[in-house]
């Protein structure tokens, strides 16, 4: 395991965890609120929160050991984009397209949780492109 590799597990899980907050938590918030049979309220998911941290912990690895196992030389920001649509379109956009499937979710609520966790999505793969940049004379 590299040092290039540890750095980007934890700076991504750090961005990670903060910008799912600021999805789920704050820009979310509301929408969620207004189902209350769909999901736990916030007190009761304060006792597994444990869990979301070692559900971001295993995301934030997985997503830099992956990048780090295809990583191509050129230019790092294209790069970390399709890298970011990719696991976007292989995660987020179908996770959320089943939930609304199997539970009784508004569409524009499916709708914001595309788009905002993919918009998520593309700045952590370009963070995680930045960290496994080529510099040059390496």
């Not at 934030?60 to 920001?77: D, F, N, Q």
């Not at 379109?89 to 569409?107: A, E, F, H, K, S």
């Amino acid at each position: 395991m590299s040092n290039k590799f540890l750095i980007g597990w934890i700076v991504i899980f750090v961005v990670w965890f903060a910008g799912s907050f600021v999805v789920h938590g704050l820009l979310l918030h509301d929408d969620y609120g207004r189902l209350p049979t769909l999901f736990r309220t916030e007190a009761d998911a304060q006792n597994f929160f444990p869990l979301m941290i070692l559900a971001h912990i295993i995301l934030a690895g997985a997503l830099v050991w992956i990048y780090s196992r295809g990583v191509e030389p050129g230019p790092w920001l294209p790069q970390g984009l399709r890298f970011g649509v990719a696991v976007a379109l292989l995660t987020v956009v179908p996770t959320y397209i089943i939930y609304y499937v199997v539970q009784p979710m508004p569409g524009g609520l499916v709708a914001k949780q595309i788009v905002f966790d993919g918009i998520l999505l593309l700045i952590l793969a370009s963070i995680t492109a930045f960290i496994y940049r080529q510099r040059p004379g390496t």
